[in-house]
């Protein structure tokens, strides 16, 4: 799992299962006393409510961190989460403007709340109940809008964009034309020893040219760039091969080394380089 794919969307989901998980042991109702419930002297409102929603934050979670088209059982981690918190706001909505039929489930357990038996006024909302809706409101709002939300959809840690570290922790400072190296460029002119162009053609014309795919130089004003892609993309090798080598998935960083008409010569976590040859929609860092 990677969890460095996860995005501020994530954040705000995460936050929230926080949210719910405290406000479980807060009072339900509004009164004075020790034995004023909890939602864990609840069952139906604790399933219902506080454990739907953080069970929903995980499965959020764990299909960002476990990449695109990740299924158990057949189903989308994601949409299935999704769907509990969704469900979880629905249900908090409910207890919060009938606390009546939770607080007749509470007074049959507790005996002695709000009275020693007979009927009473049914209590106000508590802390538990009112932070419990806030939590699960937030919660579906966040699992929602992280879809739709462009600023959502950025990365969680900023760290990725810092042009000091090789990219990945991985490559060497005058490596793949990273931002701030000294050395040549990706592609760069023969004409340094220490720096054969693509392929290890040393310097000068008498040997083999390299394969037309590496021929092609690097626009005059590209500069490396971070990027990002909203949908799964294929990544193919530099040497024209249609057998993609990997794929890019949204919600995690990749460097852009080249620009070879229309497409981007692109590096992956791991090290492996090849050709974005469908650059639409992308978001650059």
Known sequence: MNFRSLTRGD???????????????????????????????????????????????????????????????????????????????????????????????????????????????????????????????????????????????????????????????????????YPGAASQPYGAQPGQPQQPSFGGQPQGGAATPPPAAAQAQPAADFSPFWFAVPVPRPLYPEDGSPTPIAELAPGTWYLAVEQRGQSLVAQTQDGRRGVLQDTTGIQRG
Request: no cysteine.
């Open 11 to 177: 954040g705000v989901v995460i936050g929230a299962a926080v949210l719910l998980f405290i406000a479980s042991f807060l009072d339900t109702f509004d009164g004075d006393g020790d034995e004023i419930p909890t939602a864990w002297d609840n069952g139906n409102l604790l399933m219902s409510v506080y454990l739907a929603g953080i069970i929903g934050a995980a499965l959020i979670v764990l299909g960002r961190a476990m990449g695109p088209g990740r299924k158990v059982a057949g189903l989308d981690l994601g949409m299935v989460g999704t769907g509990f918190a969704l469900a979880a706001a629905w249900s908090s909505l409910g207890a919060m403007f009938d606390t009546g039929q939770s607080y007749d489930e509470v007074f049959k357990a507790f005996g002695r709340f709000g009275g020693g038996g007979g009927s009473v006024d049914t209590p106000d909302a508590g802390a538990g109940l009112i932070l419990g809706l806030i939590g699960a409101l937030l919660l579906a709002a966040g699992a929602i809008a992280a879809q739709a939300v462009p600023a959502l959809k950025a990365p969680l840690a900023g760290g990725v964009k810092s042009p000091t570290p090789p990219p990945y922790g991985g490559q060497p400072s005058g490596g793949y034309g």
